[in-house]
């Protein structure tokens, strides 16, 4: 299912029961905003597309993407930050696993 | 029957084009009727079709259905507004030609108009919709992510990941369309470039470039459609249409590391089936390219080049002057002009017409044009000739 999705595409239900993720992701693409949009988004930031073990993809932010560096495929962790937004920590990898 | 034109284009005309407030999107679809009009040589009580497109950066009724009375027409058989955000205009040409095939309408006229810039704010401001990739309204707001190019660079991102391409490969189609548009009257952009150039414009989006997005241009422009045999009596070489198709799918179907067949590939196989040609048949191609990456991604979808292959048959310089697949041979969206669909299919026109001047291709036999929206989600494709028949 994609979160667009109202739907079900079996049976055409429209009721939706919520079920707990299980936090784990990887970083599907991201990309660094150079350019001044918004001021309540200070450039440079990055943005990432998340894809979700339980398949569905958002979008949101890598904590520490500056520091730690954001590379496609790293495996990421789900978090809120202070103000309850969810964001993606980066996840420490000795073996890459699909 | 096979091979045989479905419908012509026998008109076609444009409005001043400029960077500067010109007038109302109204004003100026007007004004690119009115040339393409004069352009066929038919007379307004022959015209009993409108078609009509604008983007969604200017109010909803900015190009109205009004401006039939605008122009003069009297009563007429088709009438409507086509809304497939890129798609659009080649979805025009499409419904045009599906209603004079069915004796609905004789001489249909199409016409998309859009004033991005205005006199107070920069062109790059003009494209800051808030996007929708996660598909929950207001969710991708809250972290920053605005404007089409982002959305653009985040499926950038991940095809070059993927296929080892790089800023080399961006840069070198940006060029490829600057020489072309360096012998295009029309086009804004005709300074020549050079990759050292390419890497010293600054960054948008990473990984874009200015000189990787399409700079927003106010205009308008406008084709008439008629029946291919009737076409052949009127003032201007016809443009024949050979073969159509739509596709429209998810978003994520540029992630070309899937194997899986995209929309935008459905959509032109569909089009070249109709045509009764295979991919090798087509000549040249027009791309909906506002951003670098549409054209590898649009080429690989044609299957003109094998999944991520793309880029490097850009890079060799194929798809400039002299190349072995001329595309977007008036400069495209990023040297020629950003009239969103209509910049496409009026450069086939201008090719297949042999009025291309000093960009004229030779090879302009099968061309192969395509319109694509959202992000690549919404996807239609036209075979144009200026043979009646492919046999």
Known sequence: MDLAQRVCRRDLNIEVDWRPASGTARLYSYVVYRRQYSPAFAVPYSVAWVELKEGPRLISTVAAARESGLTIGMALRADFDDSGRLIFTPVAETSRTS | ?391
């Open chain 2, 1 to 391: 029957m096979p091979n045989q034109a479905l419908s012509a284009i026998t008109g076609l005309g444009f409005s001043r084009l400029s960077r500067e407030p010109i007038g109302s999107p109204r004003s100026l679809a007007l004004s690119a009727m009115r040339a393409a009009v004069i352009d066929s040589g038919l007379g307004l009580s022959e015209i009993d079709g409108l078609l009509l497109n604008q983007s969604a950066q200017i109010s909803g009724d900015a190009v109205p259905l009004k401006l039939r009375q605008d122009l003069g027409l009297g009563d007429i058989r088709l009438h409507a507004s086509i809304d497939s955000k890129g798609a659009s205009v080649i979805q025009m040409l499409q419904m045009a030609t599906l209603a004079i095939r069915h004796g609905m309408a004789n001489a249909v006229l199409c016409v998309f108009s859009d004033t991005p810039v205005g006199s107070d704010s920069n062109s790059g401001a003009s494209y800051v919709n808030a996007s929708a990739l996660t598909g929950i309204e207001g969710w991708d707001q809250q972290y920053g992510l605005i404007g089409a190019v982002a959305n653009y660079a985040m499926a950038a991102q991940r095809y070059m990941s993927h296929y080892g391409s790089d800023e080399r490969h961006l840069g070198a189609y940006a060029i490829s369309c600057r020489n072309w548009a360096l012998h295009n009257p029309m086009a804004q952009q005709r300074e020549p470039l050079s990759f050292e150039q390419y890497l010293a414009s600054r960054f948008i989006v990473e990984p874009f470039r200015i000189l990787d997005c399409a700079l927003p241009i106010n205009g308008a422009a406008a084709f008439i459609v008629t029946d291919a045999v009737r076409a052949r009596t009127g003032v201007r070489p016809p443009v024949y249409i050979h073969g159509m198709g739509q596709c429209h799918g998810s978003t994520d179907q540029w992630a070309h590391d899937r194997e899986e067949i995209t929309a935008g590939a459905r959509s032109a196989s569909a089009s070249l089936q109709m045509a009764g040609i295979a991919p090798a048949a087509v000549t040249c191609c027009q791309i909906y390219d506002p951003f670098s990456i549409c054209a590898f991604v649009a080429l690989e979808d044609f299957g003109l080049c094998k999944k991520g292959e793309a880029p490097d048959f850009v890079l060799d310089g194929q798809t400039g002057p002299g190349g072995t697949m001329p595309v977007s041979t008036g400069g495209g969206h990023l040297s020629g002009y950003y009239l969103q669909g209509m910049t496409p299919i009026a450069e086939a026109i201008i090719q297949a017409r042999g009025d291309g001047g000093e960009r004229q291709v030779s090879a302009n036999d099968v061309i192969l044009v395509n319109g694509s929206g959202g992000l690549f989600e919404h996807h239609a494709t036209v075979v144009l000739s200026p043979r009646r028949s492919l046999a």
